[in-house]
Every structure is written in structure tokens, then in C-alpha cells.
């Protein structure tokens, strides 16, 4: 429009000054006209070029931000596909550690169950015991509940003879009012453990040490309580302890005749507990 308008222009005033006689005056001003109209054109010319290139850029500008919207969306689509599965994942993952908590608290639930029944057959056993062998308190035996077992602790002049591997009357009619409840207990396992002071062992023939001595009497008293006595043999074992775990410290001749003993260590038998573990 503006490039039309200069041409009319411009050829309007051609026409004039070929048609009429103009005076120098009107000639120099549409001369003056002429001229700036001319660079007028130019510098139109110049912004004319100067937006195309600007536009040519914004066009080019928008193409690269479409390009990149384009890429942002596909972008967040696997994004959100992503993190749908992962959110898909994550339940079902959640949901599996939920289930395995649940068995986890069933199963501690019986395992606190069983360990209460032990712990409660354990103290009816300690009381069976106490009454069985109440004559021989006062001859050195003691039943104590520790830890879920019962330990019935037997002094060794309750036993035997001084230095002997041999039980006396008076220690089998003690053995003998045990196994009586031991063989009621047949879930009961029996663990016998010989214990001896520090006092090193003399002229005792076959018997060089006081492990020899600690694990003959238990050894002796095994063999009591399954032969004579009939408890089961495979309920039993024997073990010997030597002078290395006192009751207390070998100072005087009363301690260590309390560090003298045969201790029987129940322990109810925890197949079922272990079964449960197992699963």
C-alpha cells in the first residue's frame, strides 16, 4: 500500500512538471519533495527488509519451540507411564511386604505362645521337684527355674563317698524320687554335668583330674538314672566341668564343698519350636 501510494506520488509529479511551466521556486520545492519522498522509500525499504528477517527469525523461533514442546510432552507421556507402572510396582510390592509381615506376626505370635507354655511347664516342673525331693533340702539340693530350664543342683557329699565315683544310699534314694518325675515329663530333656573345686586331685587310682572326677559322676549318675531308675537313655547326656565353673570362689573349704556337685539341667525339648522356625 505504502510502496503504491510513493509511485503515484512520484508519477504525479512527473506529469506536472512536464505538463506545466513551473516557476524555480515550486520546482526546487518538488524537487526537495522528490527527495525526501526518495529517502523516505529508502529507509521504508531498509525496515521493510529489517522485520522480514525478524519475522523469518520468529518463524524460525517457533518452529524450534514447537520441536520442543512437542519433545517435552512426549517426555512427560513416559513419564507418567512410568510413573504409573512404578506407582503399579510399588503397590503390589507394599502389598506383598504387608502379607509377609502378617505371617511374620502369626508366627512370632505362636513362638511367644509356645515359650509361655514352656516357661509354665518348666515352673510346674521346678514345684513337682521341689515336693519329690523336699527331704533332701537340708542335705545340700536345691531346684532353681533359670532361663526357661530347671536346674537341680546336688551336692557332692549328697552323692558320694569323699573322692568316689560311686553313688551312696543316700544319693539314690535322692536319684530315685527324681526320675520318679521325670519319667511323668517325657518332653523333658535331661542334661547331667559334673562340677568339681580347684583342689587338684590325689591318689585316686584311675582318676588323674578333676575333669576325670567331674565327668564319672555325672557319667555315674547317667547311669543310675537309665538302668536302675529307667528314665530313657535318649533323653540323657553327661557332661564334665571340672573345677572351671564355680558357684563361687575357692576360698574356704564350705565354698568349695558348694562348688562339689552334680547339677541336672532340664530343658523342655523344643521340637514343635523348631518346626515353627522351620516354616
Same mark, same amino acid.
Given at each position: /500500500?505504502?510502496?503504491?501510494?510513493?509511485?503515484?506520488?512520484?508519477? !504525479?509529479?512527473?506529469?506536472?512538471?512536464?505538463?506545466?511551466?513551473?516557476?524555480?521556486?515550486?520546482?526546487?520545492?518538488?524537487?526537495?519533495?522528490?527527495?525526501?519522498?526518495?529517502?523516505?522509500?529508502?529507509?521504508?525499504?531498509?525496515?521493510?527488509?529489517?522485520?522480514?528477517?525478524?519475522?523469518?527469525?520468529?518463524?524460525?523461533?517457533?518452529?524450534?519451540?514447537?520441536? /520442543?514442546?512437542?519433545?517435552?510432552?512426549?517426555?512427560?507421556?513416559?513419564?507418567?507411564?512410568?510413573?504409573?507402572?512404578?506407582?503399579?510396582?510399588?503397590?503390589?510390592?507394599?502389598?506383598?511386604?504387608?502379607?509377609?509381615?502378617?505371617?511374620?506376626?502369626?508366627?512370632?505370635?505362636?513362638?511367644?505362645?509356645?515359650?509361655?507354655?514352656?516357661?509354665?511347664?518348666?515352673?510346674?516342673?521346678?514345684?513337682?521337684?521341689?515336693?519329690?525331693?523336699?527331704?533332701?533340702?537340708?542335705?545340700?539340693?536345691?531346684?532353681?527355674?533359670?532361663?526357661?530350664?530347671?536346674?537341680?543342683?546336688?551336692?557332692?557329699?549328697?552323692?558320694?563317698?569323699?573322692?568316689?565315683?560311686?553313688?551312696?544310699?543316700?544319693?539314690?534314694?535322692?536319684?530315685?524320687?527324681?526320675?520318679?518325675?521325670?519319667?511323668?515329663?517325657?518332653?523333658?530333656?535331661?542334661?547331667?554335668?559334673?562340677?568339681?573345686?580347684?583342689?587338684?586331685?590325689?591318689?585316686?587310682?584311675?582318676?588323674?583330674?578333676?575333669?576325670?572326677?567331674?565327668?564319672?559322676?555325672?557319667?555315674?549318675?547317667?547311669?543310675? !538314672?537309665?538302668?536302675?531308675?529307667?528314665?530313657?537313655?535318649?533323653? /540323657?547326656?553327661?557332661?564334665?566341668?571340672?573345677?572351671?565353673?564355680?558357684?563361687?570362689?575357692?576360698?574356704?573349704?564350705?565354698?568349695?564343698?558348694?562348688?562339689?556337685?552334680?547339677?541336672?539341667?532340664?530343658?523342655?525339648?523344643?521340637?514343635?519350636?523348631?518346626?515353627?522356625?522351620?516354616?
Amino acid at each position: /500500500m505504502k510502496h503504491s501510494i510513493l509511485i503515484s506520488t512520484i508519477s !504525479l509529479l512527473l506529469f506536472l512538471s512536464s505538463c506545466v511551466i513551473l516557476s524555480p521556486k515550486k520546482y526546487n520545492s518538488l524537487l526537495a519533495k522528490q527527495d525526501s519522498l526518495s529517502k523516505g522509500w529508502g529507509e521504508a525499504q531498509v525496515k521493510i527488509e529489517d522485520l522480514e528477517k525478524y519475522i523469518s527469525k520468529l518463524r524460525y523461533d517457533t518452529t524450534v519451540l514447537n520441536g /520442543m514442546i512437542k519433545n517435552l510432552k512426549s517426555e512427560l507421556e513416559d513419564s507418567e507411564v512410568k510413573l504409573n507402572a512404578l506407582k503399579t510396582n510399588s503397590n503390589a510390592e507394599i502389598n506383598k511386604l504387608l502379607a509377609d509381615l502378617k505371617v511374620r506376626e502369626s508366627r512370632l505370635k505362636e513362638v511367644e505362645e509356645i515359650l509361655n507354655k514352656r516357661e509354665e511347664a518348666s515352673q510346674q516342673l521346678k514345684e513337682k521337684l521341689q515336693n519329690a525331693l523336699l527331704g533332701f533340702t537340708k542335705n545340700g539340693l536345691s531346684v532353681e527355674l533359670k532361663n526357661g530350664k530347671v536346674y537341680v543342683s546336688l551336692t557332692d557329699k549328697l552323692l558320694f563317698p569323699s573322692g568316689s565315683i560311686i553313688i551312696d544310699e543316700r544319693g539314690k534314694q535322692a536319684l530315685t524320687g527324681l526320675a520318679e518325675v521325670l519319667k511323668q515329663q517325657p518332653e523333658i530333656n535331661i542334661a547331667v554335668e559334673g562340677h568339681t573345686d580347684n583342689q587338684k586331685v590325689n591318689n585316686l587310682g584311675q582318676i588323674k583330674d578333676n575333669w576325670d572326677l567331674s565327668v564319672l559322676r555325672a557319667t555315674s549318675v547317667v547311669r543310675f !538314672l537309665t538302668e536302675v531308675t529307667k528314665v530313657e537313655q535318649i533323653r /540323657m547326656t553327661a557332661t564334665g566341668k571340672g573345677e572351671f565353673q564355680p558357684l563361687v570362689p575357692n576360698v574356704s573349704s564350705e565354698d568349695r564343698s558348694k562348688n562339689r556337685r552334680i547339677e541336672i539341667v532340664l530343658s523342655p525339648k523344643l521340637d514343635e519350636l523348631y518346626e515353627l522356625i522351620k516354616k
